[in-house]
């Protein structure tokens, strides 16, 4: 304890009685000492009153003299001795103070309490007097004064201390309080003059409004009228103050709105809204909204959202003056709102205006001209100009300045970097419309000897075609097949061309033409027409030559498989039959008579192709055709012949071998056709053939002799797709399962056998 540590605890083990914290607190409570209390003692005559008075006005004096600077000291020994009814002394004692610190606040007002609370009136107000001559901008000091002499129903004299008071230009409040008391004792015209010296010192909006709505109160709506229109006038038309009575405007047009002159109304939001920009007025437009809804009619309400809508617009374009979809909206905005005033029956006058606006939407749109010279940031804004010159060819029918449009936006676009088709053939288009074929064919000529371009060729030709100029169009034909010889489609369409205008010399001429180009793009499409043509044309003679020559040139599975079932397929009769019959049948309408195909020269294409694809060792390819070829068997052919080509399909199998790159052995999937197994490997195939026999053999139920199982085995026969057979065989390498191509799952002879399969494997191997 000595060193200012806690005393060290020798026995921690718990006390044998236990105590709780509420006993503890409890006899904390009962043993504390009592406060000590100065004795009360009553004076009993004047003799031991004086002494009393006279030892706290030592002590009050004492502390005086020792902090003469606190206000607090003097105010407790002021109200002391006034508490003792010395008055006299009382405010010697304040005005010993005032000398210390005159402009303390706290002691006028205790100086006055004080002669208030004794009644002395008059010394209170002299009091007052004094203290507002000497803190005049001391605000609750006025309204302390203001406050008795209305109390002692001296309205004259209030009203005196308020004008005085006026003089320093006080602030909004002292002039509301002003006003307050004359509407209390009924001087409404009194109200009226102070409010006009008010807006003379402090012209602000809230207190035109507040002047304005005191006199609609009252009664006197002309004379509201007029303060308003004061207002207006004395803000007059620059643009910020303008701005500033935004609040004069709406409580303008409500007060009329309240008086049910809605017309009146309409004309003041009108007249605000016009000469306030756009951007700064969304509360009086929404004001305005709120009245079309209440009190306008449609069209009033439609036009306030158009302006609302204008807003918004306007703000987003000035964020981004590039953001075309914003301008796109702007100008459907401004359009539809034509429209709606051309439904209406709207004046001349008013239709002139919309359009201007329309106009002038699009002009600041099309200013705003992409950066750069890529065309991706060309392709949405090269739709203003196009929509800005159908505007003006079909709503406002000004030709000139649509053919002026449609020139500007020519020279603008940068055509030795990139062009636009579409601007080209709708400015050819409009002159088309405008019966100015020459101007027409000059633009779009204009266009292609300045930027060729495939969309341009097709479309001068679809223009020529539409007014049959074909011999133009030959020509143009030619010109883009000079500029791209490549393109198969558009030797397509000269072909179909001659074609419909049965020139079919001509017709032969270009195919023939077309398909001795190289290189070609997508040159199938191209044979594919020329064959379809032929076909068309009953020539199945040709036609078979041109299958001959697109094979000998591909070879492809797809072509064989065309040629094979076009030789299958009924073609109409040559054109020269074909008008000799119609001509002999004129009244008689009958369906066209067809030449039958020849099933035999099809299935010895069928067999050309497997061949051709065998020797190319294009084992997928071979499935493919055998697939087109069994269904074609199916619908044309035998029993046998479907049973033929069955036996051709393969097995899908195992093969292992060694992989080069790692030293390995790996197992990959193989399709294995019958007639390769029986032209390389001879004897395996006898054996697997007797085997498939011996097994057929052991499973007939119905006594089938192995000759006839042997007939079945011709080749590998396969499973039908709807048995979808499946099998699995455990060997000590691994588990293979026989799958037909085609997603068919398949065996020899259409059974599980471990050794058909092990046979197989081996033939893999080998």
Known sequence: MQDGRAPRIKNRAPAAIQITAEQLLREAQERQETAFRAPKQRVEDFEELSEYRGRKRKEFEERIRRTRGSIKEWLQYANWVASQNEFARSRSIFERALDVDPRSIQLWLSYTEMELKSRNVQHARNLFDRAVTLLPRVDQLWYKYVYLEELLQNVPGARQVFERWMQWEPDDKAWQAYIKLEERYQELDRSSAIYERWVAVRPEPRVWVKWGKFEEDRGRVDKAREVFQTALEFYGDDEEQVEKAQAVFSAFAKMETRLKEYERARVIYKFALSRIPRAKSAALYAAYTKFEKQHGTRSTLENTVLGKRRIQYEDEITHDGRNYDVWFDYARLEEGALGDLREEGATQEELNGSISRVREVYERAVSQVPPGGEKRHWRRYIFLWLDYALFEEIETKDYSRTRQIYQTAIQLVPHKQFTFAKLWLMFA???????????????????????????????????????????????????????????????????????????????????????????????????????????????????????????????????????????????????????????????????????????????????????????????????????????????????????????????????????????????????????????????????????????????????????????????????????EKSAKVDDDDSDEDGVAAGGRVQRPGGTNNDEDVSSSEDEGDD
């Not at 270009?510 to 398909?515: D, G, K, N, P, T």
Request: charged share 35%.
């Open 429 to 723: 288009k409009f002159e088309v419309r405008r019966l100015e074929l020459p101007a027409a064919r000059k633009i779009l000529g204009t266009a292609i000897g300045m930027c060729p371009k495939e969309a341009l060729f097709k479309g001068y030709i679809d223009l020529e075609v539409e007014l049959r100029e074909f011999d133009r169009a030959r020509t143009l034909y030619e010109k883009y097949l000079e500029f791209d010889p490549s393109n198969s489609p558009a030797w397509i369409k000269f072909a179909e061309l001659e074609s419909q205008l049965q020139d079919f010399a001509r017709t032969r001429a270009i195919f023939e033409l077309a398909i001795s180009q190289s290189p070609l793009s997508m040159p199938e499409i191209l044979w594919k027409a020329y064959i379809d043509f032929e076909v068309e044309e009953g020539e199945r003679a040709i036609a078979r030559t041109l299958y001959e020559r697109l094979i000998a040139l591909s070879g492809h599975v797809k072509v064989w498989i065309s040629y094979a079932l076009f030789e299958a397929e009924a073609i109409p009769l040559p054109r020269a039959e074909r008008e000799e019959e119609e001509e002999e049948d004129e009244d008689e309408e009958k369906e066209a008579k067809m030449v039958p195909g020849d099933p035999t020269i099809a299935r010895q294409v069928f067999e050309r192709g497997y061949k051709d694809l065998k020797n190319k060792n294009l084992k997928s390819e071979r499935v493919a055709l055998l697939e087109v070829w069994k269904t074609f068997e199916q619908n044309n052919g035998s029993p046998e012949d479907v049973k033929k080509v069955e036996g051709m399909m393969p097995i899908v199998t195992k093969k292992r071998h060694v992989d080069q790159e790692t030293g390995q052995m790996v197992e990959d999937w193989d399709l294995v056709f019958a007639d390769d197994e029986r032209e390389s490997n001879p004897t395996s195939f006898k054996f697997m053939q007797m085997a498939h026999a011996w097994k057929q053999a052991q499973k007939g139920a119905s006594g089938t002799s192995a000759t006839g199982a042997s007939k079945l085995l011709s080749g590998f026969t396969p499973a039908t797709a709807t048995e």
